[in-house]
């Protein structure tokens, strides 16, 4: 019997979401790691039962858990004392150095402060996970401050790919509002050695040689509260996404507008069309038609909910432009929520399963792809985070 | 034995109920007790101490003996009363909401 498992990252703990085909009866677990943030869970794509979690604390700094067996144990890799003395290092599945190594040729020290002024990187918590598409023990780990880094041994030990960082246009980029977070990895599944990447807020990148180069691909993309509207770097994009049968197309909700581009990130238009307003942080992609997509529009940047109290989906079923709004089961009145930039999902059935969490703690699904939503719980903390698995 | 309080997450992450009990060879200071504890409990590295400067973490404090012990040199001998394990060296996450 198909099930899905979502996946829930909150500021107070992880939870597990669990139900069959149906989508209707469902069970809760959690919370799990309880009273620290939960930026990001994600499972393997060829190992579902192998999820990886980002568990972080302001106090404590950065941990990273993984589970063998679909979420019902977790260990730290390498927190435990390993007998074989050739063995990796224990203990350093939390250590995120930024490489200052004599081969990048750089030393890659600062970047723009927010009043303009250079400042020293400092690593502060990992805000994305991205298990490779094709091993289990590789996962991609995006950090805050904004850098890429990589394990090939299933989380026990980290490096960072220092080329991204280490762009000319490094030194020019400045955190966002919150934080300089590398926040978006999508891997090409046709192309192995494409990734792309987005930052807040200098921009999307892409590497087309697994990691070793990248260039920023933000060309089309206008933001006028940066000096130069167009220029190459410094623009908060929020989220990018990609449908699998077509990676060269990429949507994206920027700070303000939603983008389209159709040659990888070469050139990108403006598709937010008749929204009530482009500003908001998720965008999804449909599983199986390539041109729907979803954004929960959100007041304003100053103003960090959803407009005229109603909690809104919008669905775009020609790639952007033309947009509907989806209500059905959804607060109309009284609703000041947002929904943060990981917080939305889908799973892979058959009747593609649309999901997303709050920051009110209320985490909805919608089992015919946006027509109609239920709560699937309503009171948990502050949705950070949500990914679906859809398993046989 | 050096007798260690962590707080309730590090207690959680390292699976320990109540106190850390430890062997410290040669000279009890912050940095012999901080190596023992994290020798034992690999988990517990990078959580008190920085990877890569070692050092306290901003919100971390060291209290001992109705001391606050967190600038002083990890290198100065912490209180008798801690190295005969009379006292306890506490781990405390600094008061800060949350």
């Known amino acids: ?392 | 034995m050096i007798r260690v309080v962590l707080p309730y997450h590090l207690r959680t992450l390292a699976r320990v109920d109540g106190e850390v009990l430890l062997d410290v060879a040669g000279p009890v200071t912050t940095r012999t007790v901080l190596d023992a504890l994290e020798a034992r409990y690999p988990m517990l590295k990078g959580t008190i101490r920085e990877h890569e400067t070692g050092r306290r973490r901003a919100f971390v404090r060291f209290f001992a003996c109705r001391e606050d012990l967190s600038h002083e040199s990890p290198d100065n001998p912490l209180p008798e009363a801690v190295a005969s394990g009379a006292e306890p060296f506490l781990v405390v996450g600094a008061t800060a909401g949350g």
């Open chain 1, 1 to 392: 019997m198909t099930q899905v498992r979502v996946l829930v990252g909150t500021r107070k703990g992880a939870f597990i979401l669990t139900s069959d085909g149906h989508r209707r009866n469902w069970d809760v677990q959690g919370p799990l790691f309880a009273g620290w943030e939960i930026y990001h869970l994600k499972g393997s794509p060829v190992d579902p039962n192998r999820i990886y979690a980002s568990q972080s604390s302001s106090w404590f700094g950065q941990i990273i858990q993984r589970s063998d067996d679909g979420g019902r144990t977790w260990t730290i890799p390498g927190g435990e004392k390993l007998p074989d003395p050739y063995g990796p290092p224990a203990g350093m599945s939390n250590k995120f150095v930024y490489d200052t190594s004599p081969e990048t040729g750089r030393p890659l020290t600062t970047h723009q402060w927010y009043d303009g002024t250079q400042h020293p990187w400092e690593f502060k918590r990992i805000w994305h996970l991205e298990p490779s598409l094709t091993d289990p023990d590789v996962v991609y780990a995006g950090a805050e401050d904004a850098a890429l880094f990589r394990s090939t041994n299933g989380g026990q030990s980290w490096q960072e790919l220092p080329g991204l960082r280490g762009h000319s246009s490094g030194p020019q980029w400045a955190p966002g509002a919150g934080g300089m977070g590398l926040h978006t990895i999508l891997l090409d599944p046709t192309n192995p050695k494409r990734i792309y990447i987005a930052i807040s807020s200098a921009g999307t990148f892409r590497t087309d040689d697994g990691g070793e180069t990248w260039k920023p691909i933000n060309r089309g993309l206008k933001s006028q509260y940066i000096p130069d509207p167009d220029a190459e770097v410094g623009h908060c994009v929020h989220r990018i996404a990609l449908h699998p049968s077509r990676p060269n197309v990429l949507f994206m909700q920027k700070h303000w507008d939603i983008m389209r581009t159709d040659d990888a990130g070469e050139n990108w238009r403006e598709v937010s069309g008749n929204l009530p307003t482009d500003f908001g942080f998720p965008i999804e992609v449909h599983a199986h038609e390539p041109d729907t997509i979803y954004v929960v529009p959100i007041k304003s940047d100053s103003e960090h909910y959803v407009p005229e109290g109603k909690l809104r989906v919008y669905r775009s079923r020609t790639g952007g432009e033309e947009w509907e709004p989806l209500t059905n089961g959804l607060p109309q009145s009284n609703c000041y929520v947002n929904v943060l930039r990981d917080a939305m999902a889908v799973d892979s059935l058959d009747s593609c399963g649309v999901y997303f969490g709050t920051t009110g703690g209320q985490v909805y699904v919608s089992p015919d792809a946006g027509d109609t939503w239920t709560a699937i719980v309503r009171d948990l903390p502050a949705v950070v985070s949500v990914e679906v698995q859809t398993l046989p």
